[in-house]
């Protein structure tokens, strides 16, 4: 041990090294493996420990107190930084940080083959954590350990390749907002929640490192399962994409990373708060990213709303679904475009969504796309907003027009003041054919398919108000 020179330190109940009400210590560069208990136990309010260097292997596996005991617990204590030691083989977790601890950074160690996951950030105060806690929006410094700080979310990793020369790695997913992202070499080959193994490099969300800039400036909404794993749900979630030169990596890490099986995992920390290892995903070597979204816009066009996207890259992209609500939280499907499977070259889209207008209360829509992959993994854009002017919104419209046999005309109110309207259907020769009552801001059918073929007169009276339409029966 190293600089323990204001408290003591001492083994205790099958642990290692346990630091009760003990602060402004380092332990560093010992080798502590094979007790009963923790490795090493932080209690009673221990706080700016430095713990780095040290090796921590095939701790807490005797039984006789608690069970599947971690390499590292933090059960009470804070601000404490855990760096660059080799955790492996333990009963439980790698790291676990019970209720009520926080601003405890985990940066840069070598985590792997423990029994649960390799950082557990825990809701309650059971000495073993609660294992995977999800992403989720809404999350304080009370919900648990570090604030239960969301982990990153990797939706695409791949290398590119020139010839025979592996030239960069590319990664992309969500993030939080300015937070400091360690990638890693995950020690799993499966899907699944993998432990940090080998410490790859360090970039941060909206920054640039090292010459490396996060090209994705912009927010998407993700949920459901990633890459064969479900990671919890976000909206508004910030985004990245880094293209990392292969170049820029040792001999032995480029080695690794092109290997046919390797996958990556990452930490997010966000002031001295570290999260939990995201799902792993494989990286696909020499292949595009699935699909990178470059542009997205939407904009009225008379009572309909025209919407444009293009994508520089697509890889097994089956559909986009265009989603549409009119309070920005409740979202319906209105319509689907194919996408174009696999490509290397930049798409344009278009989708338009007919009397939009018509239908908007106050005349606002939000638009977004569901970009969904052929193995039906899906992933949410940035919302866009039409706001029509209150000129646009028709207040009465008839479709279809020309009606049929089998499909009947509408009378469509929907941008007419509220009160009920009195409303005449006549012939050409002037003689009514029917009369009805109908609301504004309502749709109802004329009731035209029984009718000969031929042209009509749809006349609406009431609350100062006086509109008519011709309909074609054919």
């Known amino acids: 041990m190293a600089a323990n020179a204001t408290n003591s330190t001492i083994a205790y109940d099958g642990a290692g090294v346990l630091l009760s009400n003990a602060s402004d210590n380092t332990i560093q560069n010992n080798n502590i493996s094979n007790n009963s208990g923790f490795g090493i136990e932080l209690m009673a309010g221990s706080n700016r420990n430095l713990i ?21 617990s933090i059960t009470s204590g804070n601000d404490n930084v855990i760096s ?14 019970l209720t009520g601890t926080s601003g405890n950074r985990f940066t840069q160690n070598s985590i792997s083959g423990n029994g649960n996951l390799g950082i557990d950030l825990s809701a309650t105060s059971s000495a073993t954590g609660d294992d995977v806690t999800k992403n989720a929006n809404g999350k304080t410094a009370g919900s648990g350990a570090n604030g239960l700080l969301n982990f990153p979310v990797i939706t695409q990793a791949s290398t590119t390749t020139t010839g025979t020369t592996n030239n960069n790695l590319r990664i992309s997913g969500y993030a939080p ?24 490099f360090t970039r941060v969300e909206g920054s640039t490192v090292n010459g490396v800039a996060d090209a994705d400036t912009k ?28 170049s820029s990596l040792s001999p032995t890490l480029r080695t690794a990373i092109t290997a046919n099986t390797a996958r990556i995992t990452a ?29 997205f816009g939407a904009k009225p066009s008379g009572l309909n709303a025209e919407l444009n996207w293009k994508t520089a890259q697509e890889l097994n992209n089956d559909h986009f679904v265009v989603e549409r609500s009119f309070d920005g939280s409740r979202f319906e499907a209105v319509g689907e475009v194919k996408g174009q ?53 028709a207040q009465m419209d008839v479709y279809p027009n020309p009606a049929t046999a089998i499909q009947d005309a509408k009378l469509d109110l929907s941008g007419a003041p509220a009160g009920t309207y009195l409303v005449t259907l006549v012939d050409m020769t002037g003689r009514t054919l029917r009369t009805f009552s109908q609301n504004g801001g309502t749709v109802q059918e004329l009731q035209l398919t029984s009718l000969p073929n031929g042209t009509y007169l749809v006349r609406v009276q009431g609350n100062g108000q006086s509109f008519s339409r011709r309909v074609i029966k054919q």
């Open 52 to 72: 780095s260097g040290n090796i921590l292997a095939t701790n807490g596996l005797v039984t006789t107190i608690t069970t599947d005991d971690a390499g590292i």
């Open 84 to 97: 660059s030691n080799t955790i492996s083989g333990s009963a439980g977790d790698g790291i676990v940080a």
């Open 177 to 200: 907002a300015g937070s400091t992202i360690e990638f890693f070499l995950s020690d799993k080959t499966a899907d699944g929640f993998g432990q940090g193994q080998t410490y790859l």
């Open 219 to 246: 927010t998407g909404s993700y949920s459901g399962v990633f890459n064969g794993f479900d990671q919890g749900s976000e909206t508004g979630a910030s985004r990245f994409y880094f293209n990392i030169p292969i």
């Open 267 to 295: 930490t997010a920390t966000v002031g001295q708060n570290t999260s939990e290892f995201s799902a792993n995903i494989k990286i696909n070597q020499n292949s595009p990213l699935p699909v990178t979204l470059v542009a």
């Open 341 to 393: 499977g696999s490509i290397q070259t930049a798409t344009t889209y278009a989708f338009t969504d007919a009397r939009a207008a018509a239908l908007a209360p106050a005349g606002l829509v939000y638009y977004r796309l569901r970009q969904v992959d052929t193995d039906g993994t899906a992933s949410l854009s940035e919302v866009q907003t039409v706001r029509f002017p209150l000129t646009a919104r």
